[in-house]
């Protein structure tokens, strides 16, 4: 069996609820957590290492703008952490400034993804992250 612990940082609650039933509806099985500031999503960080001695999240879903932050708030603090540089971060985005794109990739973002409306294309683009899935007996 293939397993994913996703942690979702979006300030918008319908687009959070829509990334965890798109989430919910791979082949893969999901855990996913929810935290809607970048303060939220560093505390969770923190305190899965504190629990088990490492970050215990196999990928990051991180919104470009959280609240009146950057997604490269997060990216930094994560590149930066000895314990959290090797999580994939990708951050899902409305905008369509490819300088933005740009700037999270270079600071370490996996992939950036266009948020999207119609669920179908929600739930493919989110297929990708089998490849960050884990076996577990």
Not at 28 to 55: K, M, Y
Not at 98 to 106: D, T
């Amino acid at each position: 069996m293939r397993h994913l612990k996703v942690l979702i940082v979006e300030d918008n609650v319908a687009d959070a609820r829509l990334q965890q039933f798109a989430l919910g509806a791979q082949v893969f099985d999901c855990a996913v957590t929810w935290v809607d500031s970048i303060d939220g999503a560093v505390e969770h960080l923190n305190q899965r290492i504190d629990q088990t001695g490492g970050p215990d999240t196999d990928v990051v879903l991180l919104d470009g703008q959280v609240g009146s932050e950057d997604a490269s708030e997060l990216l930094i603090y994560m590149k930066l952490d000895p314990l959290l540089k090797d999580v994939p971060v990708i951050v899902t985005t409305g905008s369509q400034d490819i300088r933005k794109h740009q700037g999270w990739i270079a600071q370490g973002a996996e992939s950036v993804m266009q948020k999207c409306f119609e669920i179908e294309d929600l739930e493919s683009g989110l297929s990708v992250l089998e490849v960050y899935a884990r076996d577990v007996p």
